[in-house]
T-cell receptor
Framework: DSGVTQTPKHLITATGQRVTLRCSPR?????VYWYQQSLDQGLQFLIQ???????AKGNILERFSAQQFPDLHSELNLSSLELGDSALYFC????????????????FGPGTRLTVL | GESVGLHLPTLSVQEGDNSIINCAYS??????FIWYKQESGKGPQFIID?????DKRQGQRVTVLLNKTVKHLSLQIAATQPGDSAVYFC???????FGTGTSLTVIP
């Protein structure tokens, strides 16, 4: 158990819908990262937050957004869903150094499996 | 663009043998590298890391080698066990790029 929790574990929805994925980081971790994992694309970095502020952005679509709240939990919002958005979405957390390129270990949650029908 | 890639998508080894998983990266500014293990149905799990000022780092049954000259990383697993069967990713801190990983299968 990494100490990172993600809800829900599974999510099935239809094209065009909007969903919210939730992540609670390990106690004391200030940085939260979101990743998308699909069979053909591997593990793709989406976005990083550090202590409530966006720190780095990866291959995140404009239809996707995220935020980190004062209690440090984070939500990833996916809207106008398409079939191709079906994937595993992982959240990770780290102590989080105040740099865009952290040099500390990321601890991954168990993931949310999103299926878009 | 900058990337971290895996040389081989799959690797099969006999139980008890040593495994070597390779990884190439192209961002010469990367200064921190991590190897992760992902078992089926689970999130990636940290194995070992190495900073760019080191060439080698050893953990329990695992060793990471870093060759900055050719931008190459390798993960060596000693006395591979069935529980080592998983997908292994290398990652670097600039770009957070993981790639598709290498699937290691241990044959009993």
């Amino acid at each position: 158990d990494s100490g990172v929790t993600q809800t829900p574990k599974h999510l099935i929805t239809a094209t065009g819908q909007r969903v919210t994925l939730r992540c609670s980081p390990r106690s004391g971790d200030l940085s939260v990262y979101w990743y998308q994992q699909s069979l053909d694309q591997g593990l793709q970095f989406l976005i990083q937050y550090y202590n409530g502020e966006e720190r780095a952005k990866g291959n995140i679509l404009e239809r996707f957004s995220a935020q980190q709240f004062p209690d440090l939990h984070s939500e990833l919002n996916l809207s106008s869903l398409e079939l191709g958005d079906s994937a595993l979405y992982f959240c990770a957390s780290s102590v989080g150094l105040a740099t865009p390129f952290p040099t500390d270990t990321q601890y991954f949650g168990p993931g949310t499996r999103l299926t878009v029908l | 663009g900058e990337s971290v890639g895996l040389h081989l998508p799959t690797l099969s080894v006999q139980e008890g043998d040593n495994s070597i998983i390779n990884c190439a990266y192209s961002n010469s500014a990367s200064d921190y590298f991590i190897w992760y293990k992902q078992e089926s149905g689970k999130g990636p799990q940290f194995i070992i890391d190495i900073r760019s000022n080191m060439d080698k780092r050893q953990g329990q049954r695992v060793t990471v080698l870093l060759n900055k000259t050719v931008k190459h990383l390798s993960l060596q697993i000693a006395a591979t066990q069935p529980g080592d069967s998983a997908v292994y990713f290398c990652a670097e801190n600039r770009g957070f790029y993981f790639g598709t990983g290498t699937s290691l299968t241990v044959i009993p």
